[in-house]
């Protein structure tokens, strides 16, 4: 049975990568939810529903991801009954993902994942206004390391747009990489009322299960359009 395993990944912290984790797992439900951020925990409070699992990828000594957890990973991938496995990166790991790649050669790992059916997409979430230049610094260094040996998709967040000349800089750095564009907005409306909604939401570990539907229609538009 072939395994899919996507990693959301930006070193900008704040990015919304755990929004993003949060909103691919509401859609796919039988996903296998995993947190590889050795900082935060968010994605494991937010996603509490769903008994996300903890992974560590930093060697303590060093901070640099470790081979032998890596490649664990991806074995206990094999033995999972879940097709799809979503998976977290904190910021400190997924910096380390492009050195990683480099330094330990993206081939091999390529061939790894091929010779056992896996199949591994990078998510990289990038953001408008000032937080823009370190997002897309970091997706090229992705992409530099990569390749072109896993699919690479670029995933606007929404909560920070775009101005037109970035999101011509980006979709023409995608469009000459070969690589998708895309975009994801968890709530369109940026209201004070809406915003509390979504935190209280997030925060309160269960998920869109059964929040009132005064509550879900902050929600509708944002996953009806996820395209992931």
């Known amino acids: ?5 996507i990693f959301i990944t930006q070193a ?40 996300p699992v903890q992974v560590s990828f930093l060697d303590p000594t060093t901070k640099r991801i470790d081979r032998g957890a890596f490649n664990s990973l991806f074995k206990s991938a094999v033995d999972a009954d879940s097709e799809l496995l979503i998976s977290d990166l904190g910021a400190s790991v997924a910096e380390q993902l492009p050195k990683y790649f480099s330094l330990n050669g993206v081939e091999s790992i390529a061939e790894m994942l091929q010779a056992n059916d896996i199949q591994l997409q990078l998510v990289c979430v990038i953001g408008g206004g000032n937080i823009f230049k370190a997002t897309m610094e970091y997706l090229a260094e992705l992409v530099n390391s990569v390749s072109n040996k896993f699919e690479i998709i670029v995933a606007s967040n929404g909560y920070f747009p775009l101005s037109p000349d970035q999101e011509g800089t980006a979709t023409e750095y995608a469009r000459a990489n070969n690589i998708a564009f895309k975009s994801f907005d968890l709530v369109h409306d940026k209201g004070e009322n809406a915003m509390r909604t979504v935190e209280n939401v997030m925060t309160s570990g269960k998920g869109l299960t059964g929040i009132n539907p005064f509550a879900a229609i902050y929600f509708s538009k944002g996953m009806t359009e996820l395209n992931f």
């Open 1 to 5: 049975m072939k395994k899919k395993i």
């Open 12 to 51: 900008k912290g704040g990015s919304g990568k755990s929004v993003l984790a949060f909103m691919l797992a509401e859609k796919y439900k039988a996903a296998a939810i995993l947190d590889l951020d050795d900082a935060t925990t968010t994605s494991m409070k937010q996603l509490a529903y769903r008994n």
